[in-house]
């Protein structure tokens, strides 16, 4: 048998957490002993791993010391003051937060694009884990970047609210209920009704007229393929959907490549999966991509109106691939590669 480790969870009782949890024991990771933490009113809730049933402690500052990988999911706020009391205990934090995504010093990791920069989690002890609507779309571009290179991308994202969390996706769905109902829905999660209507605003406003998620999505994308050379631009809409994030991406690259091209590179990309067939009104959904791991292709065609140009539709779960399973397998990488020798 290899080697099993001493595993915690911060912010296990939200809706990522309990999706780290669940891949955690999905993907059967060699867990030795394992702690759940969350903030003073969620401690003491029992949840369950491997048929066990496992209390919710609360997370402090000692909470890490005997802790070989924590990952986390509480919020920027908890990561910014835990996670450098985890890494001096020598936890490494797999973090899932804005919180360190731009730190030079801490690796932006998504495994099938950058694996090899989980080696510089040794700088602090924390390795990132990037935004969700990043993730996805730099899941399927790497492998069209390191054929053709990339000039220019413009996306625009159809995010679920459960990019917000928990209380978003009530809020949809009581909004829908009243409306349906003929009542005058509740609005308190986000500034105007969500429910029948699409919300050209997350995260908020910066000085530059971009919200803080399209600037992490173009931060992040050039960090992640190490090239800040890249144009990027990004709006980012919250749409009445619970679960999967959809993106429309057109591409500039700057060598030749056709669809067809991209299709074949796609099609043997790790960690996607090539929807496209519209003659059989086959492309990638959100309710198909729901509960899966998989980034998902279609609509994959060639920009008529410039001559290099790629439209693509990405689309993936937000909570699982966008958060949770590429935490969980950054944590894998640590393991097999690092702290397993």
Request: net charge negative; with cysteine; glycine share 8%.
């Amino acid at each position: 048998m290899g080697k099993s480790f001493n595993v915690a969870v911060a912010g296990a009782t939200g809706a990522v957490g309990s999706q780290m949890i669940a891949c955690l024991e999905e993907r059967g990771f060699p867990i030795n002993n394992l702690k759940l933490l969350a903030t003073g009113k969620s401690a003491g809730r029992k949840l369950r791993f491997r048929g066990k049933e496992f209390p919710v402690e609360e997370l402090t500052e000692t909470s890490f010391r005997g802790i070989d990988i924590g990952i986390f999911s509480a919020g920027g706020a908890a990561s910014e003051k835990y996670a450098p009391y985890a890494a001096k205990d020598g936890c490494v934090v797999v973090d899932n937060s804005a919180a360190w995504r731009m730190d030079p010093d801490v690796p932006l990791v998504i495994p099938e694009v950058n694996p090899h920069a989980v080696a510089t989690y040794t700088n602090k002890g924390i390795i990132a884990n990037p935004n969700c609507s990043t993730i996805q779309m730099v899941v399927a571009l790497a492998p069209i970047y390191r054929k053709a290179g990339i000039k220019r991308i413009v996306v625009s994202t159809y995010q679920a609210v459960s990019g917000t969390g928990k209380k978003a996706i009530d809020e949809l769905y009581n909004q829908a209920e009243a409306i349906l109902n003929s009542r005058e829905p509740e609005k308190n999660v986000y500034p105007h009704r969500i429910a029948f209507n699409c919300l050209p605003h997350i995260d908020i406003f910066l000085d530059n007229g971009y919200t803080k998620e399209e600037m992490k999505m173009t931060n992040e994308t050039r960090k992640i393929l190490e090239d800040d050379s890249i144009g990027i631009t990004a709006t980012t809409v919250r749409v009445p959907v619970f679960f999967s994030h959809s993106e429309s991406v057109n591409v500039e690259t700057r060598d030749p490549i056709t669809p067809e091209e991209v299709r074949a590179l796609l099609e043997n990309a790790p960690g996607v999966e090539v929807v496209d067939d519209p003659s059989k009104n086959l492309y990638p959904m959100a309710i198909d991509a729901a509960g899966k791991d998989e980034t998902f292709v279609g609509r994959i065609r060639a920009d008529e109106t410039i001559p290099n140009g790629i439209n693509l539709w990405i689309v993936s779960d937000n909570i699982r691939k966008g958060a949770a399973t590429n935490a969980v397998q950054i944590a894998e990488i640590l393991a097999k590669d690092y702290l397993g020798k």
